[in-house]
């Protein structure tokens, strides 16, 4: 961990899931509403904040591929902290508002992804994406429209004043996220504690190229606990992102990042952080 910042970025409006993470994290820190996970990066690298939240991964949904080009973009950012929290959604409307009159609902994408099976029990309803659930609940409340809902916390729906018309429509009640912290300095991790070291790498375009990348981690026995693949921008080239589990301070992390790199064309090590408990 790293001392408890000051001003701590995360994307999306007051009410997001992001700003409970920040609070799990840092009870004190001020949360700072940025427009979207690469302005999450960016203020933390220009010093303009002193760390930052992002969403990683759903339970349900799967990776936030956002938040994972986002720290692909910012080489000076370390990964410092995680938090997992239970998600709850629920579906907002305006007061006066009923199920029936729904017609659109809109939510970031992930969040729509987490409440499939709900959202396929309004027939009449077509979904938005938009940037993030708190943002979606302050424009259902700005519109007024009787036929508009957000999936959005309850938080949000207090915050901007709707009616919860459904609550508890995740697809499942075991829904979490993972949300990871950034900031400019590495943290700092107590010997023998339960961590995470976070990798981005490139490899050569040909057989057996990914296994090679990851044979020293199965080598040295720690287990491989997020693999995600994101495209570089050059036409059908990746770059992998990975967790690896371990103990602060085992001397098998470090050598198998050494043989990952001598494996891969760029290896690029995101942080050691203290492994949140789910």
């Known amino acids: 961990m790293i001392p408890e910042p000051e001003n701590v970025a995360f994307p999306g409006e007051l009410g997001a899931f992001s700003e409970e993470a920040i609070a799990a994290l840092w009870p004190r820190a001020r949360p700072i509403p940025a427009s979207s996970a690469r302005e999450v990066a960016r203020a933390v690298a220009e010093g303009r904040v002193d760390a930052g ?18 720290l692909a973009d910012e080489s000076e950012l370390y990964a410092v ?37 709900f959202l396929r029990r309004l027939p009449r309803a ?13 424009a259902v409340a700005e519109l007024r429209d009787r036929t508009h809902a957000a999936v959005c ?13 459904a609550d508890h429509i995740e697809d499942r009640p075991d829904n979490q996220t993972r949300f990871l912290a950034v900031a400019r300095n590495r943290a700092t ?28 981690i199965a080598k040295e ?3 491989l606990s997020k693999l995600e693949s994101r ?4 036409p059908w080239a990746y ?18 990042i050494a043989a990952l790199t001598q494996a891969t064309r760029t290896c690029r090590v995101l942080g050691t952080y203290a492994r949140a408990r789910s």
């Not at 990683?56 to 994972?68: C, D, L, M, P, T």
């Not at 709850?88 to 729509?112: N, Y």
């Not at 938005?128 to 609940?137: E, V």
């Open 239 to 256: 770059r992998f992102f990975a967790d690896v589990d371990h103990e602060a301070g085992d001397p098998r992390i470090g050598a198998a």
């Open 81 to 117: 902290a995680e938090a997992i929290l239970e998600i709850r959604q629920c579906l907002a409307g305006i007061q006066g508002a009923t199920l029936d009159d729904i017609e659109l609902v809109e939510s970031h994408p992930v969040a729509l992804a987490q409440c499939s099976m």
């Open 189 to 216: 991790v107590a010997t023998g504690a339960r961590a995470r070291t976070s990798l981005v790498f490139e490899t050569a375009n040909e057989p057996g190229a990914l296994l090679r990348a990851l044979e020293p």
């Open 126 to 138: 077509r979904q938005l994406a938009t940037a993030d659930t708190a943002g979606a609940a302050h």
């Open 221 to 223: 026995e720690l287990n």
């Open 153 to 165: 916390g309850r938080r949000a729906a207090a915050r901007y004043g709707l009616a919860i018309l």
């Open 53 to 70: 939240v992002l969403p990683v991964e759903n339970s349900v949904a799967g990776g936030v591929v956002a938040s994972y080009d986002a």
């Open 231 to 234: 495209p570089t921008g050059q």
